[in-house]
């Protein structure tokens, strides 16, 4: 529900959008506007002002600075954030030590997260085109009265282009990278029709060969892909208090290959190298929608808006095993959306309201085996997850943001969540002729979640902050339905019967701004409380596979410690720098017979990241070099040691990166950038990733906007 605000506030009716936040270091836009973030609160805030830490990243930080090849990557350099590689085609960011369903993506304020996401690093982030967005908001932490389940780790906003120009503006964008062997192009126009009209669009094609590592990794085989997306935003303001905008978005992946699960993959300091074939998945994202916002000329209620959406995710994989059988499988979820939200001003503080409904509706699940000589050998009634399953989901809340005096703003809020799965017997038994049989799945959850936040302006200088959220998240499909590959050939069944994990977020911050230099500060400590976790059940399939189910077993705790600094040095001379470190433990199987306390999978490593920059008066140049220092991550949870293709024995190592970038801006219209990655030609791996990083990666290109 509040997804329809976050939409909102960003798109007000004069057609400028907010400008980005300070909070990470970035280039600022072209044209420098009012700082503003939506997504932490609903409505737009300057950062300043939020008793939240938030990150924001801008469309010209995207393209150019970062040159982020996938929306994961431009989140590369958030503090607390790590950008998890399964493959070179399938990133995932850890927020705060979480991602998959226990972080929340949203594009447009509309929520992207279905029921049928699998738990740890999934893909789906990656059907979101970076070079169709204009700005990216994270919320750390619980968000779950504004975005209901899944929102724990945090919530990240990708929000496409609100500020168009007048007239009519055709442009190109190229980008090729060496080490990736990489060639993107995207067409695109943006402008005005008529008075009230305002469009944007483009098409964006790319491909990538296989991914070169450092010195002495090489070449890694089987790791490039293509991808083809499209995308188109009409918004037509009927009267000055009425807007209507229809959107359309689309990204497809063809056969992206999951290498470490194949005999493509490299022992990275004693990793296993797989053992199938191949191992590819095709993924497809499209996602439409219709709102209207209305602007009331009322003292009581400042704006209304109604969205209604259509998604449809749809994946299908092909594996072929080392005996040359294979299996072919996916699904097609289809996911409607409402939402309906208000924002109302009194004298008790401003309100902001509203309810949101999701149906999930999984269609054509399927499974079909193949004999060594390429013949069906069998086809199954259900593919990875149930065949006609339905999961709904229906969220009332309500915010108020209070000011009892001028220093001090308090947030509070809570929110109503109903969530209901289904899934007939029939559809979620794979084989009805064996002895092991299924019961009709038909399971209710609901939660009243709350959050209370505020900060105190202590004096122009000094904000500290502080709060407590609530967050959740109910059983999805995955969970209760899932037959399907899990880590490094593990085989994974359904677990019916699972409650909802329980996480309560405290935090306390401190946030600068002088002159000429400033940061943010904040500590952070997560309580967990029947977290969902795999155990192996000691039974193995017919091939061998380990055979793993869930259950809520995973009491414990998660805190860190983030931080951001930048200092103005010299005429145009930045310097930059960021920290983060973090340590959690829960409860889990070691054994199939024994719980303990165990480190949570996949912790972030500690890391900082030091920068210096420099840009001309006016803008036509600038500069910037980089170094970022990861260190050696082993401490892993029993789930870790058992990805025995993805993490070493004895953890990942650590590793430094050096980088170099710059830009030249030719006239008004014309921007060259270029850059280089990993300059030492380090060998380095994201810790849990399946493929090492780049080597010494070289990027160059060109973006061209009449």
């Known amino acids: 529900m509040a997804a329809l605000l976050v939409a909102l506030a960003a798109a007000p009716p004069n057609g400028v959008a907010g400008a980005e936040a300070a909070t990470e270091t970035a280039a600022p836009p072209v044209a420098v506007l009012p700082d503003v973030v939506v997504t932490a609160t609903g409505t737009g805030r300057n950062p300043a002002d939020l008793p939240y830490t938030t990150n924001t990243v801008n469309e010209e930080t995207i393209r150019e600075r970062k040159t982020s090849r996938t929306l994961p990557q431009v989140l590369s350099e958030t503090p607390g954030v790590s950008v998890q590689q399964t493959a070179h085609g399938q990133e ?301 989901t229906i969220g009332i809340f309500i915010q108020d943001e209070i000011r009892p005096c001028d220093p001090l703003a308090i947030i509070a809020g809570a929110r109503y969540t109903f969530a209901q799965a289904r899934a007939d017997a029939a559809d979620i038994d794979p084989d009805l002729s064996d002895a092991q049989a299924f019961r009709n799945l038909s399971e209710n959850w609901q939660t009243v979640t709350g959050s209370l936040r505020g900060l105190y302006k202590l004096n122009d200088n000094l904000t500290p902050f502080a709060g407590v959220s609530q967050g959740f998240r109910a059983p999805n499909l995955s969970d209760l339905t899932r037959f399907d590959i899990a880590r490094s050939g593990e085989q994974e069944i359904p677990a019916p019967g699972l409650d909802p994990e329980y996480f309560i977020s405290y935090e306390a911050g401190l946030r600068a701004r002088w002159e000429s230099w400033g940061g943010t500060i904040s500590y952070f400590y997560t309580d967990i409380d029947d977290m969902i976790v795999r155990y192996p059940t000691g039974q193995v399939t017919g091939a061998g596979d380990p055979i793993v189910t869930r259950d809520n077993v995973g009491d414990g705790y998660l805190h860190g410690v983030e931080l951001g600094l930048d200092a103005k040095l010299y005429k145009g001379i930045t310097a930059f720098g960021t920290f983060a470190w973090m340590e959690g433990m829960a409860e889990t199987y070691a054994t199939l017979a024994r719980k303990s306390k165990e480190p949570i999978s996949r912790i972030l490593p500690a890391q900082w990241l030091l920068g210096l920059r420099w840009e001309s008066d006016d803008r036509s140049f600038w500069a910037e070099s980089t170094a970022r220092f990861v260190l050696r991550e082993d401490r892993l949870s029993p789930d870790d040691e058992l990805d025995t293709q993805r993490i070493p024995p004895d953890g990942t190592p650590g590793y430094t990166l050096i980088g170099i970038r710059g830009g030249v801006r030719i006239e008004k219209h014309v921007h060259i950038f270029a850059g280089v990655e990993n300059l030492a030609n380090r060998d380095y791996r994201v810790h849990g990733s399946g493929v090492n990083g780049p080597g010494t990666n070289v990027i160059v290109g060109i973006e061209a906007r009449l």
């Open 92 to 392: 995932s960011p850890y927020i705060r030590g979480f991602t998959g369903f226990r972080t929340v993506l949203l594009v447009d304020g509309i929520r992207l997260n279905n029921p049928t996401f699998r738990e740890g690093p999934n893909q789906y982030w990656g059907l979101v085109d970076p070079l169709a967005i204009q700005r990216v908001e994270v919320v750390k932490g619980p968000s779950s009265v504004l975005y209901g389940s899944d929102a724990i780790g945090g919530t990240v906003n990708a929000i496409t282009v609100e500020d168009i120009p007048d007239g009519f503006h055709p442009g190109a964008y190229y980008r090729f990278a060496s080490a990736e062997e990489s060639h993107t192009v995207r067409g695109e126009t943006r402008g005005f029709h008529g008075e009230r009209v305002s469009y944007a669009g483009g098409i964006t094609w790319r491909t990538f060969g296989d991914l070169r590592g450092g010195r002495h990794t090489g070449l890694q085989e089987n790791t490039g892909y293509d991808s083809f997306s499209g995308d188109t935003k009409v918004r037509w303001d009927v009267n000055k208090a009425l807007r209507l905008t229809v959107a359309f978005m689309s990204v497809d992946q063809f056969d992206v290959p999951r290498t470490h699960a194949t005999i493509h993959g490299i022992s990275f300091h004693g990793t296993q190298i797989g053992t199938d074939l191949r191992r590819d998945l095709d993924n497809g994202h499209k996602l439409g929608y219709v709102r209207s916002e209305w602007h009331p000329d009322e003292p009581w209620l400042e704006r209304v808006s109604l969205t209604l959406s259509y998604q449809l995710l749809t994946e299908e994989e092909n594996r072929v095993r080392s005996n040359r059988r294979a299996i072919i499988q996916g699904y097609d979820d289809h996911t409607l959306g409402t939402t309906i939200a208000a924002v109302s001003p009194s004298a008790i503080g401003t309100w902001t309201y509203g309810a949101e409904y999701y149906g999930d509706f999984i269609d054509d699940s399927t499974r079909r085996d193949y004999n060594a000589n390429g013949s069906l050998a069998s086809v199954s009634r259900r593919g990875p997850v149930a065949d006609d399953a339905r999961y709904y």
